[in-house]
C-alpha cells in the first residue's frame, strides 16, 4: 500500500507538468492545482490534503491516489516444523502445505484478521495446524478482525467474514487446528499420557498429557475453523478444534467451528476450559469429550444440519485407572436439530461424570434429546457394570435445570439404552430390557425433580449475541 508521502510525491510530478510556470518564480496568484497551496507566489505542497478523503471502495478495495484498487495480499507458504518464535501478519493469506507444527518452546503469535487456508490432502497428506507440548499459539483476534482458519478452496479474504465459495455443508477440505498440553488425561491402560489422533506415534509432537493441571498452551480468542475433517484413515478424520491434555491457564474463547466433517470439538482430558463457543453442521459430534475432561464449557451454541451429523453432545468419562476423579461442567447452551433429523441431542456413555446445567433443547423427536447408557455384566446374570447410567443415579453425574422446547411430554425425553459396541450388544440389550421399566421410571423422575422442563419459551440457554457480527453463522443468517 502506498503511503500518504508517496501519492502525493506523484501528485507534485504530474503537476509540475502543467503547472510549471509556477515553479519558475512567476506569481501563481493562488491558482494551484488540487493538493497543493500557493505560497510565496509558488505552488507547494499542501500538507493537509488527502485524496482519499470521502473515496468509499468496495469491500475488496483501497483507496490510492484518490482511486479505487483492489487489494492484493501476499501468499505465504507454510510446511513442517516452525522452529523459531513467529508472528503471522493480517497482510498475508497463510497456506498450510502440510502439518505444520511447533518447536517445543516456541510461540506462534497470529494477528486480529488473519486468515489461515490449509490445502486439500488425505492420510499423510492431511494439512494441519498442531501445537505440540510446551509450545504456544497467540491467536488474539476481535469481534471486527476474527481470526479465519480455512480451506484454500475458500475466496474469503483478510477484512471479510465470509466468502461465498463454499457452503457450511462442504466438509474435510483441509485437516484442522491441533493444541496439547501437559494437564492430566485418563487413558487407557492407565496411561497418563499418549498420542493424538491423527499423528503417526513416531511423532513426539502428537503426544499429550501430563500432571500439571495449569498448563499453558496460550490464547485463542475470535477464532473460526471452517470446512476442516480430512480423512487420515479408515473412517478417521480430523476434529475441527482438538484440545488433548490442555491446562487451564489457557484461554479458549469465542471459537466458532463450521462444516467439519468429523466432529466440531473434541477435548481429551486435561482442565481447559472454554467460553462462548459456536458449532454448527459438522458431520459428527459438535462436542465431544473423553479421557475424563475436567474443566468448564459455558455459554455454547449447537446446531446440526441435514442428517450428516451424530449427537450435540458426546460425553465419556475416564478411560484409565488415572486421573479418574475429575468433573465436567457443561452449562447455558443451546443444541438445535434442524430437518427432524435422526440423531440425539446428547449421548452420555462411559462413566461420564459432570453437571449438564442450563441448556435448551430444540428440533429433536420423541426419545432423541437425551441418551443415558448402561451396561451390565452378561456371563453374572446381567448385573450391572459402572457405567453413566450408574453415575446419574447416584448422583455423580448431575442434569438440571435443563429445558425441551418439543411437542414430547417429560417421559419422552431421556432414555436409557446399552452401548452397541459391548462384547456381547444382544446380551446386553437382552439384560436392559429386563430392568427397562425401573430404569426409565428412575431417569423420568430424575429429569423431573432437578428443574428440568419441558414448555414452549425458553428461559435458559446460550447468550447468541456473543456470535453477532463476526462468525459465519451470524453473516450467512444461520443463527436461529
Same mark, same amino acid.
Given at each position: 500500500?502506498?503511503?500518504?508521502?508517496?501519492?502525493?510525491?506523484?501528485?507534485?510530478?504530474?503537476?509540475?507538468?502543467?503547472?510549471?510556470?509556477? *515553479?519558475?518564480?512567476?506569481?501563481?496568484?493562488?491558482?494551484?492545482?488540487?493538493?497543493?497551496?500557493?505560497?510565496?507566489?509558488?505552488?507547494?505542497?499542501?500538507?493537509?490534503? /488527502?485524496?482519499?478523503?470521502?473515496?468509499?471502495?468496495?469491500?475488496?478495495?483501497?483507496?490510492?491516489?484518490?482511486?479505487?484498487?483492489?487489494?492484493?495480499?501476499?501468499?505465504?507458504?507454510?510446511?513442517?516444523?516452525?522452529?523459531?518464535?513467529?508472528?503471522?501478519?493480517?497482510? /498475508?493469506?497463510?497456506?498450510?502445505?502440510?502439518?505444520?507444527?511447533?518447536?517445543?518452546?516456541?510461540?506462534?503469535?497470529?494477528?486480529?484478521?488473519?486468515?489461515?487456508?490449509?490445502?486439500?490432502?488425505?492420510?499423510?497428506?492431511?494439512?494441519?495446524?498442531?501445537?505440540?507440548?510446551?509450545?504456544?499459539?497467540?491467536?488474539?483476534?476481535?469481534?471486527?478482525?476474527?481470526?479465519?482458519?480455512?480451506?484454500?478452496?475458500?475466496?474469503?479474504?483478510?477484512?471479510?467474514?465470509?466468502?461465498? *465459495?463454499?457452503?457450511?455443508?462442504?466438509?474435510?477440505?483441509?485437516?484442522?487446528?491441533?493444541?496439547?498440553?501437559?494437564?492430566?488425561?485418563?487413558?487407557?491402560?492407565?496411561?497418563?499420557?499418549?498420542?493424538?489422533?491423527?499423528?503417526?506415534?513416531?511423532?513426539?509432537?502428537?503426544?499429550?498429557?501430563? *500432571?500439571?493441571?495449569?498448563?499453558?498452551?496460550?490464547?485463542?480468542?475470535?477464532?473460526?475453523?471452517?470446512?476442516?475433517?480430512?480423512?487420515?484413515?479408515?473412517? /478417521?478424520?480430523?476434529?475441527?478444534?482438538?484440545?488433548?491434555?490442555?491446562?487451564?491457564?489457557?484461554?479458549?474463547?469465542?471459537?466458532?467451528?463450521?462444516? /467439519?466433517?468429523?466432529?466440531?470439538?473434541?477435548?481429551?482430558?486435561?482442565?481447559?476450559?472454554?467460553?462462548?463457543?459456536?458449532?454448527?453442521?459438522?458431520?459428527?459430534?459438535?462436542?465431544?469429550?473423553?479421557?475424563?475432561?475436567?474443566?468448564?464449557?459455558?455459554?455454547?451454541?449447537?446446531?446440526?444440519?441435514?442428517?450428516?451429523?451424530?449427537?450435540?453432545?458426546?460425553?465419556?468419562?475416564?478411560?484409565?485407572?488415572?486421573?479418574?476423579?475429575?468433573?465436567?461442567?457443561?452449562?447455558?447452551?443451546?443444541?438445535?436439530?434442524?430437518?427432524?433429523?435422526?440423531?440425539?441431542?446428547?449421548?452420555?456413555?462411559?462413566?461420564?461424570?459432570?453437571?449438564?446445567?442450563?441448556?435448551?433443547?430444540?428440533?429433536?423427536?420423541?426419545?432423541?434429546?437425551?441418551?443415558?447408557?448402561?451396561?451390565?455384566?452378561?456371563?453374572?446374570?446381567?448385573?450391572?457394570?459402572?457405567?453413566?447410567?450408574?453415575?446419574?443415579?447416584?448422583?455423580?453425574?448431575?442434569?438440571?435445570?435443563?429445558?425441551?422446547?418439543?411437542?414430547?411430554?417429560?417421559?419422552?425425553?431421556?432414555?436409557?439404552?446399552?452401548?452397541?459396541?459391548?462384547?456381547?450388544?444382544?446380551?446386553?440389550?437382552?439384560?436392559?430390557?429386563?430392568?427397562?421399566?425401573?430404569?426409565?421410571?428412575?431417569?423420568?423422575?430424575?429429569?423431573?425433580?432437578?428443574?428440568?422442563?419441558?414448555?414452549?419459551?425458553?428461559?435458559?440457554?446460550?447468550?447468541?449475541?456473543?456470535?453477532?457480527?463476526?462468525?459465519?453463522? *451470524?453473516?450467512?443468517?444461520?443463527?436461529?
Amino acid at each position: 500500500m502506498k503511503s500518504l508521502q508517496l501519492q502525493l510525491v506523484v501528485l507534485f510530478i504530474g503537476a509540475g507538468i502543467f503547472f510549471s510556470s509556477c *515553479s519558475d518564480g512567476e506569481p501563481c496568484d493562488g491558482n494551484c492545482p488540487t493538493g497543493f497551496i500557493c505560497e510565496n507566489d509558488k505552488c507547494v505542497v499542501d500538507p493537509s490534503y /488527502n485524496p482519499c478523503a470521502g473515496v468509499v471502495c468496495g469491500p475488496d478495495e483501497q483507496c490510492v491516489n484518490g482511486k479505487c484498487e483492489e487489494i492484493v495480499f501476499g501468499e505465504v507458504v507454510v510446511s513442517g516444523e516452525i522452529a523459531e518464535n513467529t508472528k503471522w501478519t493480517a497482510d /498475508n493469506i497463510y497456506i498450510l502445505a502440510s502439518k505444520v507444527y511447533l518447536k517445543e518452546g516456541v510461540t506462534l503469535t497470529i494477528e486480529p484478521g488473519t486468515v489461515i487456508k490449509g490445502r486439500e490432502g488425505t492420510g499423510s497428506l492431511a494439512t494441519a495446524l498442531i501445537i505440540p507440548r510446551g509450545a504456544k499459539i497467540n491467536a488474539t483476534g476481535t469481534a471486527e478482525k476474527p481470526i479465519i482458519f480455512t480451506s484454500t478452496l475458500d475466496n474469503v479474504r483478510p477484512g471479510q467474514k465470509a466468502g461465498n *465459495s463454499l457452503s457450511e455443508y462442504d466438509f474435510g477440505k483441509w485437516g484442522g487446528l491441533i493444541v496439547l498440553g501437559k494437564a492430566p488425561i485418563s487413558a487407557t491402560n492407565g496411561d497418563t499420557e499418549t498420542q493424538i489422533e491423527g499423528i503417526p506415534g513416531d511423532q513426539t509432537y502428537g503426544k499429550y498429557g501430563g *500432571s500439571d493441571a495449569a498448563d499453558n498452551s496460550g490464547i485463542l480468542k475470535y477464532v473460526s475453523i471452517r470446512h476442516g475433517g480430512a480423512l487420515i484413515g479408515d473412517g /478417521n478424520e480430523i476434529n475441527g478444534l482438538t484440545l488433548g491434555g490442555v491446562g487451564n491457564s489457557t484461554t479458549i474463547e469465542n471459537i466458532e467451528i463450521i462444516g /467439519n466433517l468429523d466432529d466440531g470439538l473434541e477435548i481429551f482430558g486435561g482442565t481447559v476450559n472454554v467460553k462462548n463457543l459456536a458449532v454448527g453442521f459438522v458431520g459428527d459430534d459438535a462436542l465431544d469429550v473423553d479421557q475424563n475432561y475436567a474443566g468448564t464449557v459455558d455459554n455454547f451454541y449447537i446446531i446440526h444440519g441435514s442428517d450428516n451429523t451424530d449427537e450435540g453432545l458426546e460425553l465419556d468419562g475416564p478411560e484409565g485407572t488415572t486421573y479418574k476423579d475429575g468433573l465436567f461442567t457443561i452449562k447455558n447452551g443451546t443444541i438445535i436439530a434442524v430437518d427432524q433429523i435422526l440423531t440425539s441431542g446428547a449421548d452420555l456413555k462411559a462413566k461420564c461424570q459432570g453437571t449438564l446445567e442450563n441448556i435448551a433443547f430444540k428440533g429433536y423427536k420423541k426419545g432423541k434429546h437425551l441418551g443415558v447408557r448402561a451396561a451390565f455384566t452378561t456371563t453374572s446374570g446381567c448385573a450391572e457394570k459402572t457405567d453413566a447410567f450408574t453415575y446419574l443415579r447416584d448422583g455423580r453425574l448431575i442434569i438440571k435445570n435443563c429445558q425441551i422446547l418439543d411437542d414430547v411430554t417429560p417421559a419422552d425425553v431421556m432414555r436409557v439404552y446399552t452401548d452397541s459396541g459391548a462384547t456381547d450388544a444382544t446380551a446386553q440389550k437382552d439384560c436392559l430390557n429386563a430392568v427397562s421399566a425401573s430404569y426409565e421410571t428412575i431417569v423420568d423422575n430424575l429429569f423431573s425433580n432437578n428443574g428440568n422442563k419441558v414448555l414452549t419459551n425458553p428461559t435458559v440457554g446460550a447468550d447468541k449475541t456473543v456470535f453477532n457480527a463476526w462468525t459465519y453463522l *451470524s453473516t450467512k443468517n444461520k443463527l436461529q
